[in-house]
């Protein structure tokens, strides 16, 4: 058997489940994950070694039908993993598919379009099969998604549970070009642990903000300082909003939010770097900063 490597995008409407898939398949959180729209901002990647290949999955933000703020930057960056991609996996909500049959159309619509002229490999996760009973209700909606993709094949998954996730990285593997690995063994993103870090915090955010959530809060660290405590490092890390009024937001009644933040945060940093950390966050107004095209191209928004 020839080894196999290559890139595979992973694209579908937001909330789909494509980052859950991604962390289960390289077995650690890679990419942050929440129940709110528009989760996931850049393109991230998760590695999965195995004896036959080495697959780098792209996960992607979320298609959408906003236009405001940083909305635009968002599909930018999920289109341009099209060209990147050796495979390209797309990803639907086998629940809002079988309750709302004719989003199958409406989400599609772009992505049929974008493929029609990419020769690539398709493949087609209908995710959270679990949400879904009985199980023929699945039915209709597979047969729709072939309607719209002939070129791809169609595995129902649950990202939550693990259910045919093996089956549809088996067909993915099948379906990569010959190659040898790119990347060591034991790495599984290309992300940088600040990058990570700073993920981590905005994850904790969009847990803790309710319906509340402002659409313009980013996550910049700061400082890292390793000398002043050996062993405990010290992290700054900054939450900007674009609006004075989310201020409050963020920092909730007598800074309860923001509190609950910090230290589920810190948590999941101290797990990532494999010992204890020290996390300060601070809360700052950037008016309408997705409009501040070096602000955002910092943030590594829209690439
Ligand atoms: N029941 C169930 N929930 C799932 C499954 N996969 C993901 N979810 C949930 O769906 C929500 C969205 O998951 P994400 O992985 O953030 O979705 P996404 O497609 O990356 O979303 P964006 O980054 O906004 O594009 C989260 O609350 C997940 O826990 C699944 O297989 N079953
Ligand atoms: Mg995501």
Redesign the pocket.
Request: hydrophobic fraction near 25%; glycine fraction near 10%.
């Given at each position: 058997m020839p080894h196999r490597f290559g890139h595979v995008a992973l694209i579908?409407p937001?909330?789909?489940?494509?980052?859950?898939?991604v962390n289960r398949v390289v077995g650690q959180k890679v990419?942050i994950?929440?129940?709110k729209?528009?989760?996931?901002r850049n393109r991230i990647t998760g590695i999965l070694t195995t004896d036959e290949a080495q697959i780098v999955f792209l996960?992607t933000?979320?298609l959408h039908r906003q236009t405001r703020g940083i909305s635009p930057l968002l599909l930018r960056s999920a289109w341009n993993a099209l060209p990147m991609a050796d495979v390209v996996l797309l990803?639907f909500d086998a629940k809002a598919l079988v309750q709302k049959p004719h989003l199958i159309e409406t989400e599609t619509r772009t992505l049929v379009k974008a493929l029609s002229e990419n020769p690539v490999p398709i493949l087609a996760a209908l995710?959270?099969?679990?949400?879904v009973r009985p199980k023929e209700l699945l039915l209709p909606v597979i047969q729709a998604l072939a309607a719209q993709f002939p070129q791809a094949e169609v595995f129902p998954?649950?990202?939550?549970?693990g259910q045919g996730v093996d089956e549809l990285v088996a067909a993915v593997t099948r379906r990569l070009p010959e190659g040898p690995a790119m990347y060591a063994e034991d790495e599984i993103t290309t992300a940088p642990m600040r990058f990570l870090v700073a993920e981590a915090v905005r994850e904790k955010l969009f847990l803790a903000l309710g319906q509340e959530l402002p659409y313009g809060l980013a996550v910049e660290i700061e400082s890292w300082d390793e000398l002043t405590s050996p062993g405990l490092p010290r992290i700054s890390a900054v939450i900007y909003v674009a609006k004075q009024n989310h201020k409050g937001i963020v920092i909730g009644k007598g800074g309860e939010v923001l509190k609950k933040v910090g230290s589920e945060a810190r948590a999941e940093i101290e797990e990532l770097l494999g010992g204890r950390a020290h996390l300060e966050l601070w809360v700052k107004v950037k008016p309408d900063w997705p409009g501040d095209k070096g602000f955002v191209r910092e943030m590594g928004l829209g690439e």
């Open positions: 579908g937001t909330n789909a489940g494509k980052s859950t898939f990419s994950v929440s129940p729209p528009q989760t996931t996960d933000p979320g990803f995710n959270k099969v679990d949400q998954v649950s990202a939550l549970t």
